[in-house]
């Protein structure tokens, strides 16, 4: 069997984090969660993952630098940001720095697990092709 | 006094329709925001079904949202009523500092008495009661096993006493006067431990133990004893205070305030105060109840795992049993029996290590409990049989169905056959490592799909039972436990069999409904909307529910069952959903429901949902009582609907000059441009719908009408009111009072799903209230059968259906007519309860198919 994808979490809201492990573990993903961005990144650079998930709105480094250093460091990690603002402005300046995608909270849960599937499908493709 | 009646009634006779525009337009405002109170409330509810992600931000601002809709609302009404309701707004402030206190995460004591029967506590109580005490009256309240009578002093009385012994004060100076600011655990229980004990009780909260006491004592006889248990804010909840607390047993009548101080001091006891520090929770808030419940005359007792924490892939539950009270198995000095029991029914027994068993706690005679002997016939031979051991695995499963977590819990036995639950708390069980996700893909590879990514999970889990489908005619003893219900709608009748279900599916329904607000407070999973379970999911067949992935699989999947009963924590006890929790029942709740009751009152609005209620009401009872209108009929706003019979019936345009012919002062419904207005007209005027012959009369409904107290004896006296409905183009507002009874409409209809509603309320009559609430129920259930969410108090009736097609709508809208129609004088005719049946089943299948337009 194929080993499972690297999915890493970053929200400093402790309930996004608690709440995702489990479902997307349940997935079949391999799962880190981070409440502070700063110890996210150093993880970032000292791994690499397949999807980085994670809030737009933190401390010291905010989701758009994490989504920054992330395709710097890995340029092939696709990346979903999570926010509270769905503003407009905010979902173009993260699909400009490379998100694959967007979404506002309060969402369904279904809705991202949707969503990583179908980055984890495009994933194994173009491994596959690769 | 009556001059100033006069020049009053006077002034609102003169009330131009240009006035009275203006005050429709704020009730328009009015109602907007009293549904956006209700939407938040369904909207928020929904959230609690855990399909949702949602931080503390969205929670801020939906108390923020809901301030603000209610705000509106009061001043919306002070606007139309002329400021005759400024109570309100105290009521709203007050509401309003109470939601500022959840946020602040300070403790807010609900306005509660100091006693309550257990019997009446669940876990909407826990606030009042504590966790521990909240859980224990959910068992017997909802899940209806045995409990021990008694009563809890609730965490308004802990206020009251604190209040008297400034507690909080005596916190404050204790932390002030220590050099480090941090006096040690046990100079903290020394000194609060002396106040309380030196502090006499309250005169009131003394008298309401006592009194409590008494009535248990009339009820159980001489000899009763009581255990006076810790129930603290938090405990057996989000703090696992385990043991912490102290409890008194085997107290005698005249001991329980004492022992209830006693109980209050161990709150602060240097165990608890330590454990609290590490757990980073402050000393400030802390609140405790005090449960006082009858002492069973058990004849041995124990502690039930319904997991082997050591083993948790075993399916067995784990069962110490000791002769006399539980005392021992708890503190584990001495040997018990010990018992592997098979999760599976029929729950046979798996192991067994019968031990020699020398001593067991008793009541002592003077009161307390002591160590004697074990009688040798008893000292070698098991404590319970096999019978007993398997109704107590049957009931514990059920509470770890129920609490969704695998329970810790204690029990007892005494001469009746079903086991007596003193308490039940989470077991905390460490995950195994080979439980991982990978394993649980291979495990449901192997069932077949029946369902998948039909409609929507309402209320996330994962079960297993067998299909029974059902059409919300079954009582609840034709339902056998943990079946999996599945029906064609969301019926809320269905709702009282929620508590026997393991999960709920439906083809047709909505997440802000009634039955999914049930299947979410009782914590059954459920999906709904999916448009096919009734033709794919056959009756008596074994399936395994995953609202999760919105999945159902045939057969048993035990992996997918373990991982939920593992998971480390269950997201209903998050931070989140607590406070979410705790909102909810602090805002939506609805006491003042029926306007007749002399306690609807604004001083006695306790929730938004009371104020606007309330403001609702109100304002209605201002508009349309005693408007005279007459010589406005002729303005291009308003004009006398022609219907073709003795119905005079007033109408309102606020839209577009051009919803109403112009000239003259009468209208056909076939020339009004209102869609709302004009279907409901439709189905007034329909076939039959009407008769204007006047219905027999018995002489006992006679003398009825004239003596007996009329659902509308509190309306304005004189003149009744005029019909009227006011409308635009999408919108309708109907107040029809038809002799004694009284029909309300308020509907808006569009081509934007989400925004379309009607709300329809009824109520009154001219017979007894027998045959009032039975002509009610019929007309509740005729609108459950088309979709309503219908709330029924005897006679008075509100439902609601929301987010429907404009087609739907309008048709909807057209049934209710020809109701108002049908039913106008029935009550007279309902002589006997099968009469609702009959009349359900006359009104669907024959007089509104009859009606309709081919």
Same mark, same amino acid.
């Given at each position: ?18 709440? &995702? ?9 391999? !799962? ?11 993880? *970032? ?37 999570? @926010? ?33 599937? %179908? ?12 | ?9 006077? /002034? ?25 109170? $209700? ?12 399909? #949702?992600?949602?931080?503390?931000? #969205?929670? /801020? ?15 919306? &009404? ?23 206190? &959840? ?50 002093? /609730? ?138 419940? %009858? ?13 082997? =924490? ?9 069962? /110490?049993?000791?002769?006399? &009270? ?47 002997? !074990? ?47 003193? +308490? ?33 999970? @309402? ?6 039972? +067998? ?62 909307? @999916? ?30 069952? $373990? ?16 406070? *979410? ?13 029926? =306007? ?74 076939? %020339? ?7 279907? $409901? ?143 106008? %004088? ?29």
């Amino acid at each position: 069997m194929a080993e499972p994808l690297r999915i890493c979490v970053v929200d400093d809201e402790k309930i996004v984090c608690e709440r &995702l492990k489990p479902i997307l573990e349940k997935g079949g993903f391999s !799962v880190e969660t981070y409440i502070e961005s700063a110890l996210a990144l150093k993880r *970032l650079s000292e791994t690499t993952f397949d999807i980085l998930i994670t809030d737009i709105k933190m401390g010291q480094p905010d989701g758009i630098e994490l989504l920054r250093y992330a395709k710097v460091h890995s340029p092939s990690i696709r990346v979903i940001i999570i @926010t509270g603002f769905a503003t407009a402005e905010t979902a173009r300046e993260a699909m400009k720095s490379g998100a694959a995608d967007f979404i506002a909270k309060p969402f369904r849960l279904s809705q991202l697990t949707d969503l990583v599937m %179908q980055l984890a499908q495009q994933i194994r493709e173009s491994a596959s092709s690769g | 006094m009556l001059s100033w009646l006069r020049r009053f009634r006077k /002034t609102r006779k003169t009330q131009s329709v240009a006035s009275l525009r203006l005050k429709i337009e704020r009730f328009r405002e009015l109602l907007r925001e009293n549904n956006r109170v $209700l939407d938040l409330i369904a909207d928020a509810d929904e959230k609690l079904g855990g399909d #949702f992600l949602f931080d503390t931000a #969205f929670i /801020t601002d939906l108390a923020h949202d809901l301030e603000d809709s209610a705000s509106r609302v009061v001043r919306d &009404l002070n606007f139309i009523t002329e400021n005759r309701h400024l109570a309100l707004s105290s009521a709203y402030d007050k509401i309003r500092v109470r939601v500022g206190d &959840l946020m602040a995460a300070r403790i807010a004591v609900p306005n509660a008495p100091y006693i309550l029967p257990i019997e009446s506590v669940d876990c909407d109580s826990a606030d009042s009661v504590g966790e521990k005490m909240a859980c224990l009256g959910e068992i017997g309240r909802r899940l209806h096993f045995r409990i021990p009578p008694g009563f809890i002093i /609730t965490s308004q009385a802990f206020k009251r006493f604190s209040e008297r012994a400034r507690l909080e004060e005596k916190i404050r100076l204790l932390y002030a006067r220590d050099p480090g600011g941090m006096p040690t655990p046990s100079e903290v229980e020394s000194s609060l431990g002396k106040t309380i004990s030196s502090t006499r009780l309250p005169e009131d909260l003394r008298k309401a133990i006592v009194r409590a006491v008494s009535v248990q004592t009339k009820r159980a006889g001489k000899g009763v004893s009581f255990a006076v248990r810790s129930s603290a804010l938090g405990e057996d909840g989000e703090l696992s205070f385990a043991g912490l607390h102290d409890s008194v047993l085997a107290v005698k009548p005249d001991g329980v305030p004492a022992a209830y101080k006693e109980v209050v001091a161990s709150l602060f006891n240097a165990r608890a105060i330590s454990y609290r520090r590490t757990r980073g929770e402050p000393l400030e808030p802390a609140v405790m109840a005090v449960g006082c419940v %009858q002492m069973v005359a058990a004849t041995c007792s124990g502690v039930l795992y319904t997991l082997d =924490p050591n083993a948790p892939e075993r399916d067995v539950l784990v069962v /110490t049993a000791t002769p006399g &009270l539980g005392k021992i198995v708890v503190e584990g000095t001495a040997s018990v029996d010990r018992f592997l029991v098979s999760r599976v029914p029929p729950h046979r027994i798996v192991s067994r290590e019968i031990a020699d068993k020398e001593t067991m706690y008793e009541i002592a005679p003077e009161g307390g409990i002591h160590l004697v002997q !074990v009688p040798e016939a008893r000292r070698k031979t098991p404590c319970v049989s096999d019978d007993f051991l398997a109704a107590l695995a049957s009931a514990a499963l059920r509470i770890e169905q129920y609490s969704k977590s695998p329970q810790d819990i204690e029990w007892a036995k005494d001469a009746g056959a079903e086991p007596v639950f003193l +308490q039940s708390r989470p077991l905390h069980v460490r995950p195994e490592a080979e439980h991982t996700a990978v394993n649980l893909r291979t495990a449901v590879a192997n069932h077949p799909v029946l369902l998948s990514g039909h409609g929507t999970v @309402t209320s996330r889990g994962i079960a297993y039972g +067998q299909v029974v489908l059902v059409n919300g005619r079954e009582k609840l003893e034709d339902i056998p436990e943990g079946a999996v219900l599945v029906a064609r709608f969301s019926s809320p009748h269905l709702a009282e069999l929620v508590s026997k279900a393991s999960a709920v599916i439906t083809d047709i329904g909505s997440p802000t409904g009634h039955l999914a607000t049930i299947t979410r407070e009782l914590r059954v999973p459920s999906i709904m909307d @999916t448009g096919i379970a009734t033709q794919v999911l056959a009756g008596g067949v074994e399936v395994t529910v995953d609202a999760e992935e919105n999945t159902i699989y045939q057969g048993k999947v035990d992996e997918l069952l $373990l991982y939920q009963l593992l998971r480390r924590s269950s997201y209903q006890d998050s931070a989140e959903f607590r406070l *979410l929790r705790r909102l909810l029942r602090v805002l939506a709740p609805l006491h003042l429901r029926n =306007p007749r009751d002399r306690n609807f009152t604004a001083d006695n609005c306790e929730s938004y949902h009371d104020v606007i209620r309330f403001a609702h009401e109100k304002a209605v009872e201002y508009l349309v009582g005693g408007h005279d209108l007459g010589p406005e009929t002729g303005s291009a706003y308003c004009r006398n609907m022609n219907l073709h019979f003795p119905l005079d019936l007033m109408v309102i345009n606020i839209g577009d000059v051009s919803l109403l012919p112009s000239g003259g002062t009468e209208c056909e419904v076939g %020339q009004i441009g209102s869609e709302p207005l004009r279907s $409901l007209l439709e189905g007034i005027i329909a076939p039959g719908a009407w008769s204007s012959e006047p219905t027999n009369m018995d002489f006992k409904s006679f003398m009825s009408s004239v003596t007996g107290r009329s659902a509308l004896e509190t309306a304005p006296s004189g003149a009744p009111p005029p019909n009227l409905a006011i409308f635009s183009d999408r919108y309708l507002n109907l107040n029809l009072f038809l002799g004694y009874h009284y029909n309300q409409v308020d509907a808006y209809v569009s081509d934007v799903r989400n925004d379309n509603y009607i709300y329809f309320r009824f109520m009154g009559g001219m017979t007894n209230i027998a045959r009032r609430s039975r002509r009610a129920k019929m007309i509740s259930i005729i609108l459950e059968k088309q979709d309503f969410a219908v709330d029924l108090l005897g006679d008075f009736l509100v439902a609601r259906l929301k987010k429907f097609e404009r087609p739907i709508l309008l048709e909807r809208l057209r049934m209710i007519g020809c109701l108002i129609g049908y039913t106008r %004088q029935l009550d007279v005719k309902m002589r006997r309860d099968t009469m609702i049946d009959e009349g359900v089943e006359d009104f669907l299948n024959s007089f509104y198919i009859q009606s309709s337009p081919t």
